[in-house]
């Protein structure tokens, strides 16, 4: 079965830069969508942004573009998150998850998530 585990997160200043990664097992992910989401108490659900497994195309939410950045290493069945200018807005959990191939980088839902890691920005 698919597990997807985070790791990276902590507590960080205004500014400051900070990765994590997801860790992907249960499968072969070739094609799949691997997407990184935040969520605050309360609210919704956001999508961050998403990496196609085979060829790489990124897609990102305009909050976030040009900041934060997604990558992955196939050989280890690992893809990131590197967040750069971290502001307290950026503070939440977050969730790496992954969905099978055919619905594009922004499904109407991704079938498989993570447990997700604490990202906390001070200012």
């Known amino acids: 079965q698919v597990q997807l585990v985070e790791s990276g997160g902590g507590l960080v200043q205004a500014g400051a830069s900070l990765r994590l990664s997801c860790a992907a097992s249960g499968r072969t992910f070739r094609n799949y969508a691997m997407g990184w989401f935040r969520q605050n108490p309360g609210k919704e659900r956001d999508f961050v942004g998403a990496i196609s497994w085979s060829s790489g195309f990124t897609d990102y939410a305009d909050s976030v573009k040009g900041r934060f950045i997604i990558s992955r290493d196939n050989a280890k069945n690992t893809y990131y998150l590197q967040m750069n200018s971290l502001k307290p807005e950026d503070a939440a959990v977050y969730y790496c998850?992954?969905?099978?191939?055919?619905?594009?980088?922004?499904?109407?839902?991704?079938?498989?998530w993570g447990q997700g890691t604490q990202v906390t920005v001070s200012s």
């Open positions: 998850a992954a969905n099978p191939p055919g619905e594009g980088l922004r499904p109407r839902e991704y079938a498989y």
